[in-house]
Structure formats: structure tokens, C-alpha cells
């Protein structure tokens, strides 16, 4: 069981990223997904989360990025991406997908519900 994050690079403010977890060793479409974010000299917080393990489609965004950032998933891929759209210099930090087979709603947003993590990959916005 693997997730492998990649995608992360340096970009000027306003530009886009789009970053990927390809899953390995499981069927991600039937996990929850979420990408979380570890900013120099912050904790790790949540990002943007999904579950539709139930057949609905429940997201998660951080209010610092509504409007900016996408979740999706290609199923047929076995891969989550986090589409990052107006990106800003607080946007700069380590983005980890991780994966988990069941969350209640209330806990989506909660980097202890998961149970795989990816590496991390380093997401740097800067002029």
C-alpha cells in the first residue's frame, strides 16, 4: 500500500499548480482523500478532503483556499490531484495526500483519520 505525491514545484504568485497521489496496492476511489498542507513553522492542516464512499460526494476546503484549489480523482488512474489555481507565498509548504477506507464527516478534516500518507511534496510560491 503506497501513495506516491508529486507535482510540487517553484512558481510565482498568481500562477497554477496541479498536483497528483497516484495510490498503489489499493483502489483509492473507495477511500477518502485529502491533501494536507505543513507551512514552515506551522502545523500540518487540512486542505481540501473528499469522501463518496456512500455514493455522495462530501468536500472539505480550507477557507484559505475556496475558490483557488480542486480536489478531483480518475478513478481509472487510481490518482488524486489537488488542482492549485492563484497561488500565493502562503501557499509555500509541504502538501502530503493521505487516504483512508472510512471517516465520518466530522472527522474528515483531521490528519488522524488517515490512515496512508504520501511523502510529501514541496510546493514553493515565491517572486
Known amino acids: 500500500v503506497q501513495l506516491q505525491a508529486s507535482g510540487g514545484g517553484l512558481v510565482q504568485p498568481g500562477e497554477s499548480l496541479r498536483l497528483s497521489c497516484q495510490a498503489s496496492?489499493?483502489?483509492?476511489?473507495?477511500?477518502?482523500v485529502a491533501w494536507f498542507r505543513r507551512a514552515p513553522g506551522k502545523e500540518r492542516e487540512a486542505i481540501s478532503c473528499i469522501d463518496d464512499s456512500d455514493g455522495y460526494s462530501q468536500y472539505f476546503y480550507a477557507d484559505s483556499v475556496k475558490g483557488r484549489f480542486t480536489l478531483s480523482r480518475d478513478n481509472a488512474k487510481n490518482t488524486a490531484f489537488l488542482q492549485m489555481r492563484s497561488l500565493k507565498p502562503e501557499d509555500t509548504g509541504v502538501y502530503y495526500c493521505?487516504?483512508?477506507?472510512?471517516?465520518?464527516?466530522?472527522?474528515?478534516?483531521?490528519?488522524?483519520?488517515?490512515?496512508?500518507w504520501g511523502q510529501g511534496t514541496l510546493v514553493t510560491v515565491s517572486s
Open positions: 493521505a487516504a483512508t477506507p472510512r471517516v465520518a464527516l466530522s472527522a474528515l478534516a483531521v490528519d488522524s483519520s488517515y490512515d496512508y
Open positions: 496496492g489499493f483502489t483509492l476511489g473507495d477511500y477518502a
